[in-house]
């Protein structure tokens, strides 16, 4: 095996590990629970449900370098629609989720500046694990 062949086996092998880790390495995912999910019993099944989450908040305090700035405010309008249906499967009630973020956010006199955004976030699918039939409501 010349000097050459070596090398390039040796830089193959880290790299061939590399591609394998890679390939083998799973996708990240979250799970949140909202209040109530788990302590109240489930609706009927073929129920549905329509929210609308919603929170207006006024920043009226900037800071640069640990200094107050004044003469203006961040003002954000944010929410989220959510809709829920309960499904039998089998013996269990499930209930799968649609979330729906959107929102902006607007800055007033010398935070003008900064201008306004608004949009639409990511539709995100979310389910409580099912609970049991036969739980009185």
């Not at 999910?37 to 129920?47: E, F, I, K, M, R």
């Not at 920043?59 to 309008?77: F, K, M």
């Amino acid at each position: 095996m010349t000097i050459m062949q070596s090398l390039r086996a040796h830089a193959l092998r880290p790299t061939l590990g590399a591609a394998l880790w890679l390939a083998c390495a799973g996708a990240a995912s979250a799970t949140d629970v909202d209040s109530d999910d788990y302590a109240a019993a489930a609706l009927p099944p073929g129920s549905n449900l329509a929210l609308l989450y919603y929170q207006h908040a006024v920043r009226d305090r900037a800071y640069a370098d640990g200094i107050a700035a004044s003469g203006g405010d961040l003002v954000s309008d944010i929410a989220i629609a959510r809709y829920a249906r309960f499904v039998k499967l089998g013996p269990l009630v499930a209930d799968p989720q649609f979330l729906l973020p959107f929102g902006g956010l607007h800055g007033t006199g010398s935070q003008k500046a900064l201008g306004s955004a608004s949009g639409v976030g990511d539709l995100i699918l979310a389910s409580v694990p099912p609970a049991d039939c036969e739980t009185p409501i």
